[in-house]
């Protein structure tokens, strides 16, 4: 039905003429032009590099591609992604993701199993304009196993520290193609009050791509992924005094996830004019219990249930002659994603005598009496449905004048949100010694907001090519990333209006209410920046140089804050500016028996006017971004009777970083070394991973809860025995 009703409406679009097709090529990118001359930096990685080096999580991306980090902690729903001084660990990304064309909405998908995928492809730099919002640090595009590869079946099977197993498989069978992948760790990380480790994972992937030509002039393809998995994760320790403390809570931390993404691609061509029109239907369905004092104590918990759905359409119109000398490219998009999210925190014992009564018996006088709560559990419930949607039209052209590439294009983003809210908290308490039982208090907040808004991001490049070879290039772009709605801070701000209404119940009223946060940190604004780069390229058999430096304008910069105080949320905030000033060199070089790989980059991204009423940070490093990252990589093959020895190294490093806004707290470089030794058949091989072999002792994240500081680690060495078969 989809496919009929897509190719039904391109049908009408591009009447068919008696014309033959030139062999459609299926790519994730929607540049009208060849990626060699895109005027922004670019890098690639295929599918024997991705097996080599152990790629099978976004995260394992870091430092190899230049800028990007993407801290390993947590669980699967904290896909926190930082690139080029821009990033934050809460609600929308700072790079887009694409899986065979089709772009993945929801930020708590990000980080999953690939199972079945090819290549990945990374545009840097802003590319609002052809890719839209969430992309103002880039685009990261994944293609997968394709039924037209004429690949064999393969098999693979892995075995290594923490009893980490890997199981996969992919075929192809007429027009579809099968991926499947299955994960189980121990976990790397214990929990010293529970005795056991908290970080396990047990994960299932599957995916299906089917492509059909109906006509010479006519392709449609058709992927579906999916994916389920429980784990734990949070091993968050205790940093104080200088002192880091070892992982020690009570409460459960797990996380459950379902995810599903269905889409259809139909490309058609006539003798003038080629359209791609795509859709797809995206669920996340999920569910995390999180221990949010990460103490022995029993201070509060979350337990966070999502359930949201998507859809999305896009219709891009180009050229069939790619040699013209004026190749335009007009799209359309457009996407709506409904969240129903219930957040209940569950304040216990602890947390009613320590954030609640001690806080509200400090302000009344011991001589008048004391404020008691009866309940050994105080739940405040928080419902939310959460709407977002996106109308956008864009247009690019890119001219051709000889040796010379000049590219101009603009879109037209309107965005909307809303959020519906509901929440409720009731306890039961009596004041000693006028009340002689106890009384029931509840506290209510309901209501909605909306807000909406029109964007344009412009776009302008130019590239030289100096020789077949060789290429300069400059761009100026824009790019945004979405506001949004901060359901964390809800706990808060019932507590406060909990504390503020016992006060008033009780007939006492304060010169100073508490105050925490109010209503008005429940928006957050859209986050902007224009980037300015110029760059070279150079290609040739055995060497590949790519260098570019760039200076990237940020307002309202998207931050996650806590609250002062006994606070038990989160929020984002926007910072007034920043400013981002950095470099990336990429260089390989390749013979038949040796290759070589480097990726280096540096930003210094500082706050140019940021002052939170507290403080003033202007001029200070915006946290959680490396200064420096550094992939340096090399690996030979050795001939052997009827076989070959390979051997590859890698070392890896990021920083220094720094972990708050006053930069009070931060983390030197740190260098990890990876290896891998393998024994090559002509269709089967065995090999030996290992990752951090050095055992380096680094910290990943870091957080405030409750007042306290925090620290993930970073994954301790790890050893993988794996073989592979293709058959």
Not at 147 to 169: D, F
Not at 506 to 527: C, H, I, K, N, Q
Request: aromatic letters at 12%.
């Amino acid at each position: 039905m989809t496919a009929a009703l897509l190719l039904s409406t391109l049908t009408l679009l591009l009447p068919l003429k008696d014309t033959l097709l030139t062999e459609v090529t299926v790519t994730a990118l929607k540049e009208p032009i060849p990626a060699r001359q895109i005027a922004a930096p670019l890098t690639r990685l295929d599918s024997p590099e991705l097996a080599t080096q152990g790629i099978y999580r976004h995260n394992a991306l870091s430092s190899r591609i230049p800028a990007l980090h993407i801290p390993d902690y947590g669980a699967s729903l904290t896909s926190t992604v930082y690139f080029r001084g821009l990033g934050s660990r809460m609600e929308n990304p700072v790079i887009g993701l694409y899986i065979d064309g089709i772009p993945v909405l929801d930020k708590n998908a990000y980080d999953f199993d690939w199972v079945g995928v090819r290549s990945a492809t990374m545009l840097h730099g802003p590319q609002g304009t052809l890719y839209g919002r969430n992309t103002m640090g880039g685009v990261l595009s994944l293609s997968t196993l394709s039924p037209s590869s004429g690949e064999g079946p393969s098999l693979y099977a892995e075995y290594g520290t923490a009893n980490t197993c890997r199981l996969g498989a992919s075929f192809i069978t007429g027009n579809h193609a099968f991926s499947v992948g299955m994960r189980h760790t121990d976990g790397y990380f214990g929990n010293d009050f529970k005795g056991r480790p908290c970080d396990s994972y047990d994960g299932l992937s599957l995916r299906w791509k089917w492509e059909k030509s109906p006509g010479s002039d006519t392709q449609i393809t058709h992927v579906m992924s999916a994916s389920i998995s429980r784990e734990g994760g949070f091993a968050y320790g205790l940093y104080q005094e200088g002192r880091q403390y070892p992982v020690a809570y009570n409460d459960e931390g797990s996380y459950r996830r379902l995810s599903v993404i269905e889409g259809m691609i139909v490309h058609r061509r006539t003798e003038s004019a080629q359209a791609d029109l795509s859709g797809s239907l995206q669920l996340l369905n999920d569910d995390m219990h999180m221990d949010q004092d990460f103490t022995p104590a029993s201070v509060f918990t979350l337990r966070q249930q999502q359930l949201s759905g998507a859809a999305t359409l896009e219709l891009n119109l180009r050229r069939t002659d790619r040699q013209a000398s004026w190749q335009p490219l007009t799209g359309f998009f457009a996407f709506y994603r409904l969240n129903s999210l219930s957040a209940p925190v569950l304040f216990k014992r602890d947390g009613i005598e320590s954030l609640i009564l001690d806080n509200a018996n400090s302000h009344i006088p011991g001589d008048i009496g004391y404020l008691t709560i009866s309940d050994q559990e105080m739940p405040v419930t928080s419902d939310f449905l959460l709407g977002s949607w996106n109308v956008a039209l864009f247009h690019e052209s890119v001219f051709h004048f000889g040796t010379w590439h000049l590219t101009a294009g603009l879109r037209l983003d309107y965005e909307g949100g809303r959020m519906d809210y509901d929440c409720l908290s009731t306890l039961h308490y009596r004041f000693i010694p006028t009340m002689t039982a106890d009384k029931p208090f509840s506290v209510t907040y309901r209501g909605n907001t909306v807000h909406s808004g029109l964007v344009a991001l412009p776009k302008l490049t130019v590239m030289y090519d100096v020789s077949d070879r060789t290429g300069l290039y400059t761009n100026i772009s824009k790019g945004y990333r979405a506001g949004g709605f901060n359901t964390q801070i809800f706990s808060d701000i019932l507590q406060t209006m909990m504390m503020n209404g016992l006060m008033r119940d009780l007939g006492v009223y304060l010169d100073r209410p508490f105050s925490s946060v109010t209503a008005s940190s429940t928006e957050y604004a859209p986050e902007s920046a224009w980037n300015a780069e110029a760059g070279l390229r150079y290609r040739d058999t055995h060497v590949g140089l790519e260098a570019s430096v760039y200076y990237m304008a940020v307002r309202n910069q998207q931050l996650t804050v806590f609250p002062a105080g006994q606070s038990t949320g989160r929020m984002m905030t926007n910072a007034g500016r920043s400013r981002s000033l950095g470099t990336e060199i990429q260089m390989r070089w390749r013979t038949d028996s040796f290759h070589s790989r480097l990726s280096w980059s540096y930003c210094d991204a500082r706050f140019v006017r940021y002052n939170d009423g507290n403080a003033d940070y202007a001029g200070k490093h915006v946290p959680y971004i490396p200064s420096h990252t550094l992939f340096l990589g090399a690996g030979y093959r050795l001939p052997l009777e009827g076989c070959s020895l390979t051997a590859d190294a890698g070392l890896r490093a990021n920083g220094p970083l720094w972990w708050n806004e006053s930069n009070t707290l931060s983390e030197p470089m740190r260098l990890f070394l990876d290896g891998r030794l393998a024994l090559v058949f002509l269709r089967w091989e065995m090999y030996l991973r290992g990752e951090n072999l050095t055992d380096t002792q680094a910290r990943s994240f870091y957080f405030r809860s409750v007042g306290k500081d925090f620290f993930a680690s970073c994954k301790p060495r790890m050893m993988t025995l794996g073989i592979s078969v293709k058959l």
